[in-house]
């Protein structure tokens, strides 16, 4: 390689990697499992906003359970009836899971039991001194559902979400009676650019430890603000909630998904699935979302939106979310009484076919 190549070679990476920590550090919107490709849009710190009280938007109730030789975690179980099907929610990357799906759990919880933890590391999730793992998160997901007594469930993931519930589906069969894959992929490894983002993680760890990114994140809550209003109203709780993570857990939780492939198997999962694509999402390429989808014969929902979707427009997610929670229901047999794969119909704002 000439000395003009490895100059471009080493530019690209430093641009990756710097991408990459200032926006972990950030906790850039919904903040989930991606290798960015460039600085998300308004990445110039602004000025705080004035301190004010966490006070969050209108949550269901939650508790810390017990899961018998695993640890404690942090559940909210609600909605649906006695007997009907139900939906575990899954979350992303440095998030938990108020921050990502809590504009969904109204819709979601109208017909089907919802079930939303904190992932080990995450929120007010389990902290543990064993090493953070993938599979970890899917065999305490398995433990929850048999202490809650639910399932077969259909499982949504976000971003992270994503491996986990593939990891839960193939690591505890039975449990898993379909898949809502959203703005995820089957790995983040495959190129050598990908890769050398990875190996480079320690400089997220020692920004995270630093107390960098304050400023940062007052510009993503404006951001996301900018096009939902209604975010500003939850801004300190927001800020709050994305704190809750230690920089040595995101870091670890990074490793983990740094590691991950699951392009060798997870096509012999056999599974109703949807895949929500974000089209414009520049953390999670949409050619990994769609070779995503037809690994797993999916049916996918494709919207005009960026990795954010949750933040930046919560309605139109909490449709789609509902949307594709229906179709895949019908699909395994889990389908409200009186519905059909025919009654969950409507459109989303780009809408492929099953691929």
Not at 28 to 51: E, I, K, T
Request: net charge neutral.
């Amino acid at each position: 390689m000439n000395s003009t190549a490895r100059t471009v070679l080493a530019a690209a990476t430093a641009s990756a990697v710097a991408a990459l920590a200032a926006w972990a550090v950030a906790r850039h919107r919904s903040l989930q499992v991606a290798v960015p490709g460039r600085f998300p849009r308004g990445w110039a710190p602004a000025a705080l906003a004035p301190p004010s009280a966490p006070v969050p938007p209108d949550l269901p109730p939650g508790r810390v359970m017990n899961l018998p030789g695993r640890g404690e975690v942090f559940v909210r179980d609600f909605g649906g009836t006695p007997g009907g099907p139900a939906v575990l929610l899954l979350h992303g990357w440095t998030a938990s899971a108020d921050i990502n799906f809590w504009p969904a759990y109204a819709c979601l919880a109208e017909s089907y039991r919802v079930i939303a933890l904190d992932q080990r590391g995450h929120g007010r999730g389990m902290r543990s001194t064993e090493p953070f793992s993938l599979e970890d998160c899917a065999d305490d997901a398995a433990a929850l559902l048999e202490q809650l007594g639910a399932g077969p469930v259909i499982v949504v993931g976000y971003s992270m979400g994503g491996p986990v519930a593939l990891l839960l589906a193939r690591r505890h069969p039975g449990t898993v009676a379909g898949l809502v894959m959203q703005a995820t992929a089957l790995e983040w490894r495959h190129t050598p650019r990908e890769r050398a983002v990875w190996r480079l993680l320690p400089v997220m760890d020692v920004g995270l430890r630093a107390g960098a990114g304050v400023g940062f994140f007052d510009r993503v809550i404006s951001d996301a603000a900018d096009e939902d209003p209604g975010i500003d109203n939850h801004r300190s709780w927001l800020a709050a909630e994305f704190q809750r993570a230690t920089a040595s857990d995101l870091v670890a939780a990074g490793r983990a998904l740094s590691r991950y492939d699951a392009r060798p198997w997870a096509g012999q999962l056999d599974l109703p699935a949807a895949v929500l694509a974000t089209t414009r999402d520049r953390l999670v390429r949409l050619a990994k979302q769609r070779e995503l989808a037809q690994v797993l014969r999916a049916e996918v929902f494709e919207t005009d939106a960026d990795h954010d979707l949750p933040l930046a427009n919560g309605a139109e997610y909490a449709r789609l979310t509902r949307l594709s929670v229906d179709r895949v229901a019908a699909a395994s047999g889990l389908a409200l009484p009186g519905e059909t794969a025919g009654d969950t119909g409507g459109p989303g704002s780009t809408r492929g076919g099953a691929t």
